[in-house]
């Protein structure tokens, strides 16, 4: 008998961890199984950081890891960079774009995308921050307004240049609201002659009463306080009624800016709809206690794509899914096949969840425990550098952020050409072809 | 009298080594002038180090340096993000695209751009590197190649695949095929299950009799044995007869390639072609020996948009051209006009020139010394590291270049869809907009 194929969906959190727990057992165990690792980009993205990309402290490659090079060391596993467009679960196969591959077990892991909730066109005027593009596109419509601004001669403009409006306070709103304060209260200060970046207005937008609804009342309004005194509006009690260009349309007011960010809302990943499995109210899938999906014991979804009660959409929840399937998956290849309700519960072992605000402060909830300030801060920073993967992205992302602190500065202020030409905002100067200067 | 206005077109080497030198004199001066340097990019560009960010060495934001730090410190310098789309030297006015400002002096310093010999398509067909968008165009196709051709099951796409075609063995030329060799040999060594990069093939293609036709015949002698030493294949008095979608026509064969890079030739920007203004065969302008344009002796021209006998296009000679120009603006602003033919005459002091050649050898020559080897290498790294601008890259390239010796990895291994959009070679997948896996 040749050996079983596993195929893994996708290389976030969850199907990264999965993938190295693989390579792990199997490497213990006689040639029982194979990986494939499917995934339309070549690198693993650290999520968690991307705000930073998007506020120019940190460059996508610091961030961003060859799914090839993490999982060099393991022969049982082979990477694919493909796009997948289906899942056929009765006939065992994953629809690529170039091809179909068959499995024995299916680890889905696709993650999620942002959500407009539904409102056409609502994805042209605000910025979605879920992929490293998108935090490309951030920076590069972030500090092209502040050049745009300084150039130009109308007040009104100026002003919507100088406005940033964040929308949705969860833990991505504040981190880059508090991160986009810094930017323009101590990076930018001295750059310009005549705008003061200082002056920019930041505003942060929230529907529910409160910022980090998942998080105990008291770090919600710690968050509030601290973005308070870095100069972010708060807006709480606030849904956006409707967007335009450049505006932001709430029950009381109207905002006009030319920098919108969106961080209100996440899917499960659109190829979630086609599987033909229960899913909850916001699509998630409802699976069973061991991960499987009702009826088809052979195939797990783990990470954001599921609904579990108590389970936040971390990567910590992911990544110990993904480990639980890979542990479950080998023990039967070694031992043989067991019935989906014989096997081995998830069980989310709560490792707690963070949010910095701005340079020197943070808010931390690790079960019963809830602290913030700098002891947070440098928790925050501590576990982060930790998780991150690879030696030498530690290194360096550890020297970025040791020299902001120290100088203010960011790392990576450069607007490219790509990233303006996806911005609503842009200026026709920036994203011409044609070489000048 | 209001303080008199110096527009610097350009911040290259030449434009910001003139800026830095003005910052200098002018704070030492009462105010007598004030400098506006235009860019259409918010960065400074390292040019010397745009061949690591092609070859996934390197981050764009290691060597891209935001003007606006660079220059912070001095008050009478404005720096200013536009495009320039034409001058009036009459008028004392340049054009840009948001308005025009006028101008006491102007110093031109818009550097080269690719060029295709005039060739129509060819840029479709082979990449160039110039500009950091180029950079990274080549470094999402080279490394989606490796990917596509992983995944496909035809064996004469898969050779097309793994064929890279340098066009033009001058500095550039030889740097990238060595830094492709490399990438190929080392860095990607273990990371495929079902293709051998090493066995990938690396063509350096020149029209003329040797590589490294600037250098001393010696140096480009080594120069070709060390590539052929490192796998690459050495096509000498091969000038390119034609080019198409993934092929490369020579009189003797026709080479077929899916990666075929550009590097044979360079213009001046297309604007000077619009100055009233001699130029030679190649359109660069003949200036006068104090570097102004003959009729127009407040309007100054330098870089590798000038000619002059015995300056090599490189940075050094463009940053003392920047100065020489700043010295003598800044000297008539305090004591006065001169006309041209009694200024201070440009004299260029031969720093040498140097070229790397892999992973530890270069080729230098300086003065009457040319030498290679290790030596050379280590010369190579530490001169480019104090040229270099600001601490903080010099940190993060040493860290990089250390690394990378060490490990044989790279620190920008990531395709980003922008990129890879760009690219003639391109696959569907991989450049679609929705997300997945």
């Known amino acids: 008998m040749s050996a ?32 494939l690792l ?16 998007a506020t120019a402290g940190l460059s ?35 629809m690529l774009e170039s091809s179909s591959v068959g499995y024995d077990y299916l680890v889905l892991s696709l993650g999620a995308v942002t959500s407009y909730f539904g409102r056409a066109n609502w994805d042209q005027y605000a910025a979605g921050l879920k992929t490293l593009s998108d935090a490309h596109q951030i920076r590069g419509q972030l500090l092209l307004a502040f050049e745009q601004a300084e150039r130009t001669e109308d007040p009104v403009r100026r002003e919507e240049l100088l406005t940033v409006v964040v929308i949705g306070g969860g833990p991505t709103g504040v981190e880059l609201a508090g991160a986009i304060a810094d930017l323009t209260r101590h990076v930018l200060r001295r750059d310009f002659r005549h705008i003061d970046p200082t002056k920019a207005r930041i505003l942060l937008i929230e529907a529910g009463p409160r910022l980090l609804a998942q998080f105990p009342e008291k770090l919600g309004r710690i968050a509030e306080y601290r973005l308070k005194a870095l100069g972010v509006e708060v807006r709480l009690s606030s849904p956006v009624q409707d967007l335009g260009n450049r505006s932001v349309i ?24 086609t599987l033909p499995a229960p899913r909850d ?9 061991d991960l499987s999906l009702p009826g088809y014991p052979n195939a797990f979804a783990i990470g954001d794509m599921v609904s579990i009660p ?7 929840a992911a990544m110990q899914m993904g480990r639980h399937v890979a542990s479950l998956i080998t023990g039967e290849l070694s031992a043989g096949v067991i019935p989906p309700e014989k096997r081995p519960v998830f069980r989310y072992r709560d490792k707690g969840m963070m ?8 808010v931390v909830w ?15 920073l501590a576990i982060h550098l930790v998780f991150l993967i690879g030696f030498r992205n530690k290194v360096i992302v550890l020297f970025q952020w040791t020299w902001s602190y120290l100088t203010y500065g960011r790392g990576a202020r450069i607007i490219l050409r790509s990233e303006a030409a996806r911005s609503p905002t842009r200026h026709k100067a920036s994203t011409s072809s044609s070489a000048d200067g």
């Open 355 to 362: 949010a910095t605000i701005g340079r020197s402060t943070a």
């Open 310 to 316: 108590g389970v936040p959409a971390i990567a910590p």
């Open 250 to 273: 709430l029950a009381a007011e109207t905002v006009r800016s030319a920098n919108i960010l969106w961080s209100a809302g996440i899917i499960p990943h659109p190829l979630t709809a």
């Open 4 to 35: 079983a194929r596993v195929a893994i969906c996708g290389a976030g959190f969850g199907g990264l961890a999965a993938a190295r727990a693989f390579g792990e057992r199997l490497s213990r165990l006689p040639p029982v199984g194979e990986v």
């Open 281 to 289: 109210r916001s699509g998630r899938l409802l699976v069973l206690p």
């Open 60 to 94: 996508g490659p610091d961030i961003a890891i060859p799914i090839r090079s993490i999982l060099r060391r393991y022969p049982q596993i082979t990477v694919r960079m493909d796009r997948i467009i289906g899942f056929d679960l009765e006939k065992q196969n994953v």
């Open 38 to 53: 499917i995934d339309k980009e070549n690198y693993h993205l650290f999520q968690p950081l991307l705000y930073q990309v």
């Open 366 to 380: 690790i079960g019963k425990a809830a602290f913030n300030g700098l002891a947070a801060w440098l928790a925050w």
